[in-house]
């Protein structure tokens, strides 16, 4: 099995130390699949769901009642649009994009990212986009997306461990006081005598 590592200061940490802190197991994944592209969300689906056990190394349930942590796509769209122009101004590049919204429940609570990405196609002057050559531009772009969102999963733990370690460092330090006396003086300011002085001990 190959480990996948995320690069962390100096050194590599593999992305399941990260992952595991994050996620409470089983993880539902589950994607809206939109009629008018049923096919780019299944395939997004089973994406996420290899990503997740392979990568992750979470385990998964289908069952809602069951799962402790979520994954939920409930929009995604692929569309294609003009990248590059020869000098006739005909388009020789087209950008397969796919934009997907995620939506998390993990051990910290809710959150959302909404991720684009693209694969490139380059056709004849006056060409279109073949159907077959959108589809497997489509899926690479589907999986970059997924990649990214793994980053984003990894940098969101990696957040979270530097946060609870800076806490328990400021927890461990000796507290430290510095006294010195502020002086209150009560009196009309006519002369000295006027005053009293009361010596209050304060931290700073």
């Known amino acids: 099995m190959i480990a996948v590592f995320f690069v962390v200061g100096c050194g590599y940490k593999p992305v399941e130390q990260y992952s595991k802190s994050l996620f409470e197991e089983p993880v539902l994944v589950t994607v809206k699949i939109d009629p008018e592209d049923p096919s780019a969300g299944e395939y997004l689906q089973d994406e996420i769901a290899k990503t997740v056990t392979t990568r992750l190394n979470l385990k998964l349930t289908k069952n809602v009642n069951r799962a402790k942590s979520y994954i ?21 590049r087209y950008s397969v994009n796919a934009a997907v919204e995620f939506a998390v429940k993990d051990r910290l609570g809710f959150w959302s990212k909404n991720i684009v990405a693209s694969e490139y ?22 999986k970059k997306a997924v990649d990214e969102f793994i980053v984003a999963v990894i940098q969101r733990a990696k957040n979270k461990k530097e946060e609870l370690e800076d806490k328990n460092n400021n927890q461990s330090k000796p507290q430290t006081q510095n006294k010195e006396e502020n002086v209150l003086k009560i009196g009309d300011g006519q002369s000295d005598e006027d005053y009293v002085t009361i010596g209050v001990e304060a931290d700073i």
């Open 121 to 142: 196609v380059s056709v004849k002057a006056q060409s279109l986009v073949s159907a077959t050559e959108k589809e497997k531009a489509a899926k690479v772009a589907i």
């Open 72 to 92: 939920v796509v409930n929009n995604y769209t692929i569309n294609t649009t003009p990248s590059n122009k020869d000098d006739d101004g005909n388009v020789i």
